[in-house]
Every structure is written in structure tokens, then in C-alpha cells.
């Protein structure tokens, strides 16, 4: 995680060292562009960081998601096999809005039975409590 501490970190993403988490918290409008911003940004990170770690992705704040399911699919397939084998890690997404949850569905459903373990929550302390942490660590 060292490693991740010395690279810029893109906009709305803070690493959480003490216990090994990587949150983003994208606002506005989530678009493509900013999605592969923080894909290239993991796929870096996960290649040079020393241990694993889980990631926490709060979407309450945004005001619209302007994705197509087949990018989200495209997205969340490669994901899956990028990650490939390596060892299993924890990625929560607190979501407040019916429809951005649905193609956060398709994210889940795609990573589904690989090490990306993918879990949607409506709840902070839900959330906490799945990737074990403290509901501050995901307010911060």
C-alpha cells in the first residue's frame, strides 16, 4: 500500500493505510471518462501494491450516471479478468438511487464467483460492517 501512498491520487479517491481501504467518491455525473480514469488508477495500483486491499465506492453524491449497460459490462469483464487470480478483495458500493443501482447490479453480476467480491449496501453500517472497518473510515 506504500507504493499507492506516493502515486497522485485521482480526483475523489483517498487511501485509508490503517486499514488497508481505497475510497472513491465520485460527484455530479459519473461518466466514462472518469470511470476509466479510476480503472487505469486501480489496475496500477493493484499491479504494485504490496498486499491486497479492499475498496469502498460511495455513489450517494451523485447526481446522475450517464453509462450504458454495455460499458458497464465491457468494464466489469475486464475487471474480472485483470484481476485474474489474485487473492480475493472486497469492493462495496453504497448506493442511495434505484436506478444507479441497477448498473452497479451489473458490475456484481459480472464479478460474480472471482476474486472481486462485489456487494451493493443502502447502509453505511452495513457496508462497515461487511468489509470490517469502522463507519468513520467511510465517511472520511
Do not use: C
Not at 486501480?42 to 499491479?47: F, H, N, Q, T
Not at 489474485?86 to 464467483?113: C, M
Amino acid at each position: 500500500m506504500m507504493i499507492a501512498m506516493k502515486m497522485k491520487l485521482p480526483p475523489h479517491v483517498q487511501f485509508h493505510r490503517d486499514v488497508n481501504l481505497m475510497v472513491f467518491r465520485p460527484l455530479h455525473i459519473l461518466d466514462e471518462k472518469s470511470v476509466n480514469v479510476i480503472v487505469d488508477f486501480l489496475e496500477k495500483v493493484e499491479d504494485l501494491a504490496e498486499k491486497p486491499f479492499n475498496r469502498f465506492t460511495d455513489l450517494s453524491k451523485l447526481d446522475a450516471v450517464d453509462l450504458d449497460f454495455g460499458f458497464v459490462l465491457r468494464v466489469s469483464l475486464l475487471r474480472r479478468q485483470v484481476y485474474g487470480d489474485r487473492p480475493l478483495v472486497q469492493s462495496a458500493f453504497y448506493v442511495t438511487n434505484p436506478g444507479i443501482e441497477a448498473i452497479v447490479k451489473i458490475h456484481a453480476a459480472t464479478t460474480d464467483q472471482s476474486p472481486l467480491q462485489v456487494a451493493i449496501f443502502k447502509r453505511l453500517d452495513e457496508a462497515a460492517k461487511w468489509l470490517n472497518v469502522s463507519r468513520e473510515a467511510l465517511e472520511m
